[in-house]
């Protein structure tokens, strides 16, 4: 099997019989290469797959459709046209919802030594792209010194040189904070006060606020505000109205949130989205 060509995808399921555990307990690929491509496809229904980890590094690029993943304390939001990176052996857990399509990267550790330490949301050049496109489509055991090689070589080039981009949500660990965390998630149109939010978890506004600068690095108004762009950019992938989305997260006119999101990500809502859905040339 390890020798024949794949197709451009492989669903979830067929993902799976790709990987062995190592003595560690952490999954890697069957084969024995620097770095290997592989397409994955879903064409209806949803996955949440349990915390696990990676021998080798691993990119996840989406071509269409929606991808969550947890890992490194964070939440992280994988929209059309994006990657994740997800360092080696860091455990994480992902939720994903179809119709999707992608691809991802297994990169041995060593391979690419310049390649960030940490997790991170990260926008690929349309080399990048082509190159993975083109690479997910031969033999996992390609010859090490033919083309497809040399490809692989380039790929990693390429993406040394991605650009992060700030689809993460720093994750509390502590009880009361995760409490919040969920009941501000399941209704992000509160405006209820930090005050409020506060007496809700049992502790005062200053804890609150202490708390989460100690394990997110933020205060609650720029967490809340990081968690209402992670929404949006799930909403507006799945298609909803810009003015669906605004009133969803409690904003009192389209105009404020698209404000917003233009300060938070350097363009609007509908510029943003349209950049990520359109077909490549």
């Known amino acids: 099997m390890a020798n024949e060509p794949r197709g451009a995808a492989a669903s979830f399921e067929s993902l799976a019989s790709r990987f062995v555990l190592d003595a560690r307990g952490r999954w890697r690929t069957a084969v024995a290469r620097p770095a290997n491509a592989i397409g994955l496809s879903m064409a209806s229904g949803g ?7 990676h021998r080798e590094s691993q990119l ?7 991808m969550i993943c947890e890992a490194s304390s964070a939440l992280w939001i994988v929209p059309p046209r994006s990657a994740l990176w997800i360092p080696a052996s860091v455990t994480h857990r992902i939720r994903a919802r179809a119709p999707l399509e992608g691809y991802c990267v297994f990169v041995e550790p060593g391979a690419a030594p310049n390649l ?19 690479l997910a489509t031969r033999p996992a055991l390609y010859d090490l010194e033919g083309p497809d090689a040399r490809l692989m070589s380039v790929l990693l080039d390429e993406l040394a040189t991605v650009s992060i981009e700030k689809h993460r949500l720093p994750m509390p660990i502590d009880p009361r904070l995760r409490r919040l965390v969920d009941a501000m998630t399941a209704d992000p149109a509160s405006g209820a006060t930090t005050k409020a939010w506060a007496r809700r978890i ?13 394990e997110t690095g933020l205060s609650f108004g720029r967490w809340r505000q990081q968690l209402h762009i992670i929404l949006a950019i799930q909403k507006l992938s799945r298609g909803a109205t810009v003015q669906s989305v605004a009133r969803d997260l409690g904003y009192e006119s389209a105009s404020s949130f698209v404000t917003m999101f233009r300060k938070a990500l350097g363009a609007s809502p509908a510029r943003y989205m349209a950049s990520r859905l359109a077909t490549p040339a």
């Open 47 to 53: 996955l949440e797959s349990e915390p696990h980890a």
């Open 60 to 66: 996840v690029y989406l071509v269409r459709g929606e």
């Open 116 to 134: 960030p330490q940490d997790c991170c949301a990260v926008s690929v050049t349309p080399l990048f792209r082509e190159l993975l496109l083109r």
């Open 202 to 214: 049992g502790v005062s506004e200053r804890t609150l606020n202490r708390l989460l600068v100690e």
